[in-house]
């Protein structure tokens, strides 16, 4: 299992901010959301792997922490 | 405030009080080494929106681990490309209203451009690389994400 973690608009779309499901890779987690919530396909967003920003597909092993991000709006 | 910890505390519940600031200020007034500081407070501002409906305050939440190690690593940046005596950076998480500030961000250097410079260096880095998001609440009760800028 592995722990989605959504923020901001993400999470609004979902319903919440907090999902733990099986999941091989990252493009296994955007696919199952992307079902689950398709508005989700009109945002684009940033993946973090265990706090670590990744780009492109990434393999996830049990306990790993995925973060869905969008563009960052803070100040 | 130990100024060496590691990580230092970034996020506050609520705005920032312009007391907060004035205390950090005179925090500094016993280090006889700096001679110029820069402070940049970013105050939520009454947008109109398209439906004529004013802001009257964001809500920030962030990812507060992973946005505490991003602060950390610019922060080490700034360290390392301006000559600094001192630098503080506060961010608001939960509701700030109209008028309240949200973001402060203090340099103090030996000489005025190393802390002018790096203030403005960290607000720029601040605003593209941490992990906070802002949701603008309108006078009716609706919400609209905070666009990046």
Redesign the interface.
């Known amino acids: 299992m592995v722990n989605v973690?959504l923020?901001?608009?993400l999470a609004?779309i979902c319903g919440q901010n907090n999902f733990v499901f099986e999941a091989k890779d990252t493009d296994a987690v955007c696919d199952k959301l992307k079902t689950d919530f398709p508005e989700m396909k009109q945002f684009s967003f940033a993946l973090?792997v265990n706090?670590i920003m990744i780009t492109g597909n990434t393999k996830l092993k049990e306990g790993d922490e995925v973060?869905l991000?969008?563009?960052?709006?803070?100040? | 405030m130990i100024e060496e910890k590691k990580h230092k505390k970034v996020f506050v519940k609520g705005p920032i009080s312009p007391g907060f600031i004035a205390d950090s200020l005179a925090k500094h007034a016993a280090k006889h080494n700096i001679g110029a500081h820069s402070m940049f407070m970013g105050q939520v501002r009454a947008d109109v929106k398209e439906n004529g409906q004013v802001v009257t305050g964001i809500a920030y939440e962030a990812y507060q681990e992973m946005a505490t190690e991003t602060l950390h690593n610019i922060r080490e940046d700034a360290f390392a490309k301006y000559s600094l005596t001192c630098m503080h950076i506060y961010h608001s998480l939960g509701l700030v209203k109209t008028g309240e500030i949200s973001l402060f961000v203090f340099t103090s250097s030996a000489h005025r451009r190393a802390a002018l410079e790096a203030c403005d260096y960290l607000v720029e880095r601040i605003k593209k690389e941490v992990q906070v998001w802002g949701k603008e609440i309108l006078e009716s009760g609706e919400t609209v994400w905070k666009q990046p800028g």
């Open positions: 973690l923020f901001g608009r609004e973090a706090q973060a991000m969008p563009p960052y709006s803070g100040g």
